[in-house]
């Protein structure tokens, strides 16, 4: 799957970052004979790749390095830390940056403490908190410019560049990546050069502009071979396997991989050999060839066991369950995959989870397990839904955040206007006992900032009615489109009464957007939101004002329609009217026309079984079935539940599970309305 790139390689930027900024072969030295400073130096250059190698030299040298001069104690603090890390002994690493940032505050040390921010960043980031990561990452690069250490330098410049990156600033991203070369070239340094061009290798790849990134390569090997660097070496092998597969070179994608794996096979970097093996499973997988990818994925699974890697060895064991599946073993991989799965549900991984899970669906879908893809459907969307309702709670903490603090400066405000009152009333005091023929003249003073004071309150008052107003809005309406949000749509459907549920004429539309995650892929999450903004203003075009249109997750809308047009005829004409509309929609984005469809399941509302109606919830329910087999049926198309045939036959929880195969048994009608035109073509739904 071409998500272990992402998560073992190019998303994980501060683990490979700490990991392997890179790495030389092992240099022998003679424990004693060299100065200090020297053999932490060496030790430096082997623990880029092979921490597990590292940290035993680190050990040896511990007592005699805490008591060395302020300047060794920090790098070998650092080092500790960075090997600590690179073994995934996270909160070890933790505690050694802790130390670097004590050393740094009671030395004044600009470069402890960017090391020991830096070090933060890494395990924040390895723990899954990016923007945390983030953050202590930025504040290391401001330290680190303070200094004349031009390791730190360079490396804090390309950490805050993937930081922008990991955030989508790319032209920050850039610049700052830009400032690292130009850095790294100017001091002559080639390791440095090799690790600035190999970060900004990976931007344009990410930029999707790989010609830009094909005219460093040159320069970074040339760099990686003048650094007599096997390691490094490997990184630029590694990224030029990311842009030959972006534009379809896949030979020499292959090369670049296997060139890669044996050098770091040649310098024992164990992680890395993994990482590369996943990336050759992933590979094989991609062009179809099952057998190979299951070969490379079990090496991998192998390799990934032993390294205290939860997330490398959840992404072997879900390449090796789809190399599985592609090869007829449909048992054992499924669990694969549940293996792999469950590692994400362990570290918290829930977007990678969710992409696994769109993945694994895909898999089935083609093996012709249509109950497990559907299960896998579910299982994403509920992922889904929860990534969206914690993207919704966070923008309304934001909004509150920013309430409480205009909230906190109006009570400034009045208090300053309370003081100003209390001293006038004190200097009137003191008037009134020296001059009375100033008395009236006092008075009028006073009464005119009264005055102003009440305007000043009634003011802040009218504030404070629209803040609370926007944020009663916000608490109904989804930020990013204006509709109607999820929890709006289930609180008046609680507090509708029993009796207006009951009334007939109603209808429920839920819509998907088809291939969401692929826009999202090629275009980026701008290109995603520009599409749902539009789809959700055409919507309010199609519909009446009536109608009630909610956000209902992260690429779904679900359509409440209280009144609809007469017959059953009527729900399909207006499904074949949202089809169109959207259908004939063009989203620009950044100058590239954006063509997209929708998937709609729709039901009367009410609808009943016999002479008892079925709950709103079962109805959504069986409208989200009718949604999944448009998708499973070809996508840019409509079901729509008319009724059921026979009441007698009918089994609302046996329709509920496959409701394809009610349809197919007779037990329930269902109308099939197509769109206008064939469906966008991609390669992820």
Known sequence: MFAVLHCAFARSRFHALALALCVAAPVAFASGVLPLEQRIAEIRELNRFVPERALPKLEALEAEARNAPLAQRIEFLNQLAMAR?????????????????????????????????????????????????????????????????IDLRVRAAISSGESHAEEGNLPSALERLQS?????????????????LNSLVRLYA??????????????????????????????IRNAEYGLAIDTGQRERALRALQEGLALERSIGATKRVAVSLINLSDFYLKTGAYKQAAGYAEQAV??????????????????????????????????????????????????????????????????????????????????????????????????????????????????????????????????QQRVWWLLVAVFALTATVVGLLYRKVRHANAQLHEKNRELKQQSVRDPLTGLYNRRHFLEYMRALPAAEQQDNGGALFLLDVDHFKNINDTYG??????????????????????????????????????????GKAGLDEVAGRILAGVGATVVDHGGTALSVNVSI???????????????????????????????????????????????????IDAIEQNLEHAWRAGQVELSVVMGEREPLKAANG
Not at 540 to 564: K, S
Not at 606 to 620: H, I, Y
Not at 630 to 643: C, D, E, I, T
């Open 525 to 566: 999450h701008a290109a995603g939101d520009a599409v749902l903004t539009t789809i959700a203003a055409r919507l309010c075009e199609i519909l009446r004002e009536t109608d009630m249109i909610v956000r209902w997750g992260g690429e779904e809308f679900l359509a409440y329609l209280p009144t609809a047009p007469a």
């Open 601 to 651: 399941g729709y039901a009367p509302f009410p609808l009943s079984v016999g002479k008892q109606n079925l709950a709103w919830e079962r109805v959504v329910n069986l409208v989200d079935m009718a949604l999944y087999l448009a998708k499973s049926h070809g996508r840019n198309r409509a079901y729509g539940v008319r009724g059921f045939a026979d009441d007698r036959l009918a089994s």
């Open 85 to 149: 890390h690179g073994l995934g002994h996270h909160g070890q690493s933790f505690t050694l940056a802790n130390e670097l940032i004590a050393l740094g505050r009671e030395y004044d040390h600009a470069g402890a403490l960017a090391k020991g921010f830096l070090m933060q960043g890494y395990s924040a980031f390895a723990q899954h908190r990016p923007s945390e990561a983030h953050r202590l990452v930025w504040e290391a690069e401001k330290l680190a410019n303070t200094t004349d250490d």
């Open 180 to 196: 690292a070369a130009a850095l790294a070239r100017k001091q002559g340094e080639p390791v440095h050069v090799v690790m600035a």
């Open 206 to 235: 990410q930029m999707r502009e790989p010609e830009k990134g094909f005219v460093l390569l040159d320069e970074a090997l040339a760099a990686a071979e003048k650094a007599r660097s096997p390691g490094r070496m490997a990184t």
């Open 302 to 431: 192998a390799a990934a066991r032993p390294l205290n890697d939860r997330k490398l060895d959840a992404t072997a064991h879900l390449n090796l369950g789809q190399a599985y599946l592609g090869t007829g073993r449909l048992a054992d991989g499924k669990r694969q995959i549940e293996l792999g799965m469950a590692g994400y549900e362990e570290i918290g991984d829930k977007p990678e989870l969710q992409n696994a899970l769109v993945e694994y669906g895909l898999a089935l879908e083609r093996v012709g397990d249509l109950p497990g893809a559907l299960q896998a459907y579910h299982r994403e969307r509920k992922i889904s839904n929860e990534l969206f309702e914690r993207r919704r709670q966070q923008a309304m903490l934001d909004l509150q955040e920013k309430y409480e603090g205009d909230k906190k400066q109006r009570q400034i405000e009045l208090l300053r206007s309370e003081n100003l009152i209390k001293s006038t009333e004190i200097d009137n005091r003191r008037l």
